[in-house]
């Protein structure tokens, strides 16, 4: 929903909570209430890129409800892309707390940590989410303790969280790309063509996937199918820097 329609469809909740609430006391039924839709309003600020009325809508719900594990983490999302990493850290240790351990808290959560240098700690907590039995989608966080761990340093360790996303849902497609990645750069790429071959069957075409298959095709000697990729890659996506660096690769075979 774009930020008239939300505007639209809420405005008659603000009609009653928002316009007069210096005139009214609320309720604490009706301050969580008014904290959800300030908090759903900041959430589709952000996805608009508006971080400056994001944060106006957010420091309201935090203001009216900071005892709520979605406001908390809502808040950890803003602060993060506002570049305030203690905030952030703050606000999704605060809904961590408040949640009780919500499988999908703990799950972003983990990402802000690998993203921001204490990988192992976010890996555990990806573990943590993924083993947790009322979390919808493990392989989810089972690839994102791939990524984490493959980030580390740790391609053997990442390889066993994919093959455990894969061995729940075997078009997982994250799962499929790293380990066809993973799978090149350990010379068998005989195995990442195959794991290559599962992601395109699922997929969009891609920069990154056309790259991949121009490294594994003239890895295994297939300059046919090289060129094939090459091609597409140029065709379709001559501005990524994929393309810059298939052009880097192709000088250096001259």
Not at 66 to 93: C, H, I, W
Not at 143 to 160: I, L, S, T, Y
Not at 201 to 217: D, G, H
Request: glycine content about 6%.
């Amino acid at each position: 929903m774009n930020r008239a329609g939300i505007v639209c469809a809420l405005g008659l909740f603000f009609a009653v909570v928002g316009a007069h609430a210096e005139d009214i006391k609320l309720t604490k039924k009706q301050r969580q209430e008014a904290a959800l839709v300030n908090t759903q309003l900041a959430m589709a600020y952000m996805r608009e890129g508006d971080l400056n009325t994001a944060r106006t809508k957010l420091e309201k719900a935090l203001d009216q409800d900071p005892d709520t594990a979605s406001v908390q983490m809502a808040a950890g999302f803003l602060y993060d892309r506002l570049g305030d990493d203690e905030k952030a850290n703050a606000s999704f240790e605060r809904a961590m707390k408040l949640g009780r351990n919500d499988p999908v808290v703990m799950n972003n959560y983990a990402a802000f940590l690998c993203r921001k240098g204490d990988k192992k700690v976010g890996e555990a907590y990806f573990l943590r989410a993924a083993e947790n039995p009322l979390y919808r989608t493990p392989e989810v966080a089972y690839a994102n303790a791939g990524r984490c761990a493959r980030a580390d340093g740790r391609p053997k360790e990442a390889e066993q969280y994919f093959r455990r996303a894969l061995a729940i849902r075997q078009d997982q497609l994250d799962s499929l790309f790293e380990m066809a990645e993973i799978a090149h750069e350990s010379g068998n790429n005989l195995q990442a063509r195959a794991f290559l071959d599962r992601y395109a069957e699922s997929a969009p075409v891609s920069a990154t996937s056309l790259w991949l298959a121009y490294r594994i095709e003239q890895a295994l000697g297939d300059t046919d199918q090289a060129r094939m990729s090459a091609a597409k890659l140029k065709r379709d996506f001559a501005t990524s820097p994929e393309m810059g660096l298939l052009l880097e690769a192709e000088r250096a075979q001259k």
